[in-house]
């Protein structure tokens, strides 16, 4: 089944505490993004990934880490984790981008840190 | 940069009745627009997108979405509710490979 895999569902963490998010897509997909969603502000794009070692940054890089070593596997780290991040995290892909076909997301990830 | 504005956080309707969820969007070159929905406890699904071939457009579950230039909008409507169709709408926009803006969401209920 086509898919985007995330890992944990949920996650409770204190401030400081380095942690991963993993997301995995079996779609052979070459772009990837992660949002995270918080009430009345939507969803907000925090990386992307075009292919391979390319990345950049969305409209919320502070904070966050990711990196592109495979195709299929796009992580999210935060490195020193604060209160602020506590949010529903959502990792997505595409073909090649997002206007030549849709996105597919994963389930998300809520994530709380204290 | 691109943005997406859609009026409403929550909308309630009856089973039967008329869905209309409302977006406007701004942007400095033509657009692409998009409408996803999330039910809940998932992640988001594509229910229809614009990308400058017929103003209309039709998407899955019946729901559809006209592209207005002169009123920079891009309304999703359903002609009757169905309890199913109880979840969050998205709004998008983008003027590029790599950039997709969403709205804040407006939160359907069905009552029966």
């Known amino acids: 089944e086509a898919q985007v895999t995330q890992n944990p569902r949920y996650l409770i963490t ?5 942690l991963t998010v993993t997301c995995s897509q079996n779609m052979n997909h070459e772009y990837m993004s992660w949002y995270r969603q918080d009430p009345g502000l939507g969803l907000r ?8 070692e390319v990345t950049d940054k969305g409209d919320v890089p502070e904070g966050y880490k990711v990196s592109r070593k495979e195709k299929r596997n796009f992580p999210l780290i935060l490195e020193s984790p604060s209160p602020n991040q506590t949010s529903l995290y959502f990792c997505a892909s595409t073909v090649r981008n997002v206007l030549a076909s849709p996105l597919h997301f994963g389930n998300g990830t809520r994530l709380t840190v204290t | 940069a691109q943005s997406v504005t859609q009026l409403g956080s929550h ?31 998932q992640g988001l ?8 071939a017929a103003t209309l457009v039709k998407g899955i579950n019946g729901f559809e979405a006209e592209f207005k230039k002169s009123e920079t909008s891009f309304h999703l409507t359903k002609p009757s509710a169905h309890m199913s169709d109880a ?26």
Do not use: H
């Not at chain 1, 794009?45 to 391979?52: A, D, E, G, P, T």
């Not at chain 2, 699904?45 to 400058?52: G, V």
């Open chain 1, 14 to 18: 204190v401030t400081g505490k380095k």
């Open chain 1, 45 to 52: 794009q925090i990386y992307y990934s075009m292919n391979v």
């Open chain 2, 11 to 41: 909308v309630s309707v009856s089973e039967g009745a008329l869905v209309l969820l409302r977006c406007n969007y701004s942007s400095s070159v033509p657009p692409y627009l998009f409408w996803y929905v999330q039910y809940p406890n």
């Open chain 2, 45 to 52: 699904q594509l229910l229809l997108k614009y990308t400058s």
């Open chain 2, 87 to 112: 979840a969050e709408y998205f709004c998008a926009v983008s003027e590029g490979n790599n950039d997709m803006r969403f709205g804040a969401g407006t939160r359907l209920t069905v009552k029966p």
